[in-house]
C-alpha cells in the first residue's frame, strides 16, 4: 500500500455520460497530480494541485476538470467521454517543496468507455 | 521544455543476465531524474533518483543508474536479472524546482526469461 487511494478502481460508462475519479493523498502530502496513462500517448500529465490551488496543467483536455479540498483529497471529473477517453487514470502525491522525493503513485483507476 | 527518450519498448534476457534498460533526456537545467517500474495491473514505483551529488546512484532491488552529463543519459542497469524483474519500467525527468512536475518516458517492457 502506497498510502495515496484511488477509487474506484475500475469504471465502465458509456460514451456521452461524466464521471468523477477520487484521490486521496499520502498522509503529509499537499501536492497532487493527475497523470493519464493509454497504450499510444503514455504517461502524460494532466494537472497538478497544491494545497488546494491549481500549480500546473499539462495536455488535460477542457472535457476535464479536477479540483483539490481543504482536506486535501482530490476528484478528477471526465465528461462528455469518448471512446478515446478509456485509459488508466493516476493519481499521485509529494512533499510540498520536495520534488527531489519523487512522487507517490496510487494504484490507479481504469476507465472504460464504452 | 523537457524530455526522454527510452531506447526499445522491450528488451528481453535471461534469467541471471545484465540488465540495461537505455534512458537519454533532453533538458534546457540540471535536471532531476528518476526511474519508475510498474507492475501488472499497478501503481508506479519509485526505483531510484538522481537529484545532486553522486553520478552513480542505487535504488532499490539491485538496481543502479549513473547520470551522465556529457552524453545525457541515465541508464538503468542490474548485474543479473531475476524472474520478478519483469515489469515495465519508466524513466522521468523534471526542473530541479519543488513545484515541477514529472515527464515520463514511453516505457520500457523488461522481459525475463528462464
Redesign the interface.
Known sequence: DSGVTQTPKHLITATGQRVTLRCSPRSGDLSVYWYQQSLDQGLQFLIQYYNGEERAKGNILERFSAQQFPDLHSELNLSSLELGDSALYFCASSVAGALSYGYTFGSGTRLTVV | AQSVTQLGSHVSVSEGALVLLRCNYSSSVPP?L?W?VQYP??????LL?Y?TGATLVKGINGFEAEFKKSETSFHLTKPSAHMSDAAEY?CAV?R????????????TMLLVSP
Open positions: 532531476y528518476f519508475y495491473n499497478q501503481g508506479l514505483q519509485l533518483k537529484t519508466f523534471s530541479p524546482s519543488g513545484y515541477s512536475t514529472l515527464t515520463f518516458g514511453k516505457g
